[in-house]
């Protein structure tokens, strides 16, 4: 049984409108408008912001309180994952009517706060609160949420609420920010806001218009930060789909530098997954483009050229490739114009440089290559964290090293489960199955079983 919009219809006849007029000045169908009034029917919600403008009334005024509750409990059925280390915050306050629906403020942008509210959740607030203080990392997740809730909202309406070239300045601004959450540490805040900028970018880079190549450059970058965070999950199907979507909207956007470090990484990949003939074809594929490349990128592609070279035990290539990546790497990679969107430090290739020595059976010499890497520059808890220390406890392994491969496997199991990286958790489990085949009745050894006795929590 309906029940009719009493409120609405005694707003129109205080007005001493006709349902006409009403309708003229929402821009509605009479028919349309007659049935908001029978209860009937309820209006979109970018037709009830017109509405709400034409009465300058709120939705709960107008007898529309319950298609707001309907909003928002259809978007938060959908729990998201919290830090497993940490408080989160469930709830916060919401934005009274009566701030919400005055002249100058639409319902789109009351939905606007609603979504930043809700990438905001996993935020520990009252610890920040507390503490007076807040992390980079924290500073830099609240930063890009508040532009991924606009660019929600926007992909989700049937209303424009930026204009192409303001949206792509956005995602341009925030993409940046986006790479340094990942090499922060912010695995688990950067999943919850990558969404709502590829599904929008996306959706400009597949429309030819001015603002294409710009749309799919930024959505290649997107498409790669997406990739990795699939790749901590252990999702290496979506994170491969992704790398080969990224190859293609970088060769969309024209852009050299940009294809060249999604097949490095797409490379890099099949290397992961144990392709290796697939990897080196695709490193030798992007051979072919490097010459165009930017000096980062071309040590990076060199370096890893000579990590798959080593994989094979051809030494003399892979020294080869070593060299030029030493000649080649910038002194300052920051100054690089490639680097926002590869993050390649000299600790990267440092951390390559002794993986090639692993492969070629040299484990001190792999040991002295990490020994150049600025330790005392990396952040604690991050993924380059995480791999220096897997990588030490691969070189400990190899030097029969008992206590200090159990030391060090311990601590990147810590750092895995403070990122949530499913991935390193599973090196340092497939790195402690070799350990204890080999050193079965140490006492170390048995230290540490627990770490890798239950399933990856979350």
């Known amino acids: 049984m309906t ?30 408008y007659n049935r908001w009034e029978r209860g009937l029917q309820v209006p979109q919600l970018e037709t009830l912001d017109l509405l709400c403008r034409a009465f300058a009334m709120s939705p709960e005024e107008l007898g529309f309180a319950h298609a707001i509750s309907a909003k928002r409990r259809t978007s938060r059925r959908s729990p998201h994952k919290v830090h497993p280390m940490t408080e989160m915050v469930t709830s916060l306050p919401d934005l009274p009517a009566e701030l919400l629906y005055h002249e100058q403020t639409t319902f789109v942008e009351a939905e606007v706060f609603e979504q930043t509210k809700r990438n905001l959740e996993h935020i520990n607030v009252p610890q920040l609160l507390e503490n007076e203080e807040i992390s980079r990392k924290q500073a830099i997740a609240l930063l890009i949420s508040a532009p991924a809730a606009v660019l ?92 080969q979507d990224a190859c293609s909207y970088a060769s969309l956007a024209d852009n050299t530098n940009l294809l060249l470090a999604t097949t490095l990484r797409l490379a890099e990949l099949f ?24 000096p980062l990128l071309q040590g990076s592609l060199f370096v890893q050229l000579a990590v798959v070279y080593a994989h094979y035990g051809e030494e003399e290539v892979a020294l080869k490739y070593l060299e030029l990546a030493r000649q080649t790497f910038p002194q300052q990679p920051e100054e690089d114009s490639s680097f926002p969107f590869t993050q390649f430090h000299h600790t ?17 010499q792999a040991s002295q290559a990490l020994l150049r890497t600025d330790e005392a520059s990396i952040m604690y808890q991050t993924p380059i964290y995480a791999e220096i220390l897997l990588l030490k406890a691969r070189i400990m392994l ?59 929590p979350g």
């Open 348 to 364: 990267n290739l440092h951390l390559h440089e002794a993986r090639v020595y692993l492969h070629l059976q040299q484990p001190q």
């Open 152 to 243: 929600s909202v926007s992909q989700g309406s049937a209303m424009t609420i930026l204009h192409p070239e303001e949206s792509l300045a956005l995602s341009s601004v925030n993409l940046p920010l986006c790479w340094q959450l990942y090499t922060e540490g912010g695995l688990l805040e950067l999943a919850q806001v990558l969404p709502s900028y590829l599904a929008h970018l996306l959706q400009l880079a597949q429309q030819s218009s001015p603002y294409q190549a710009k749309a799919a450059a930024l959505a290649s970058q997107t498409l790669q930060l997406s990739a990795l965070c699939s790749l901590h999950k252990l999702d290496f199907g979506t994170s491969l789909k992704q790398l």
């Open 398 to 456: 190899a030097l029969e090293e008992c206590d200090q491969t159990c030391r060090l496997l311990a601590e990147a199991v810590d750092a895995a489960l403070h990122l949530g990286s499913h991935f390193y958790y599973q090196i340092a489990s497939t790195l402690y199955n070799q350990a204890q085949l080999r050193w079965r009745h140490e006492k170390c050894i048995q230290a540490i079983s627990e770490l890798f006795d239950q399933e990856f």
């Open 271 to 294: 290397l992961y997954l144990q392709r290796s003939q697939q990897s080196l074809t695709t490193y030798e594929e992007a051979l072919h483009v490097s010459s165009h490349c930017t």
């Open 3 to 32: 029940t009719p919009n009493n409120r609405l219809e005694a707003a129109r006849l205080q007005r001493r409108w006709s349902v006409e007029v009403a309708s003229s000045k929402i821009g509605v169908s009479v028919n349309t």
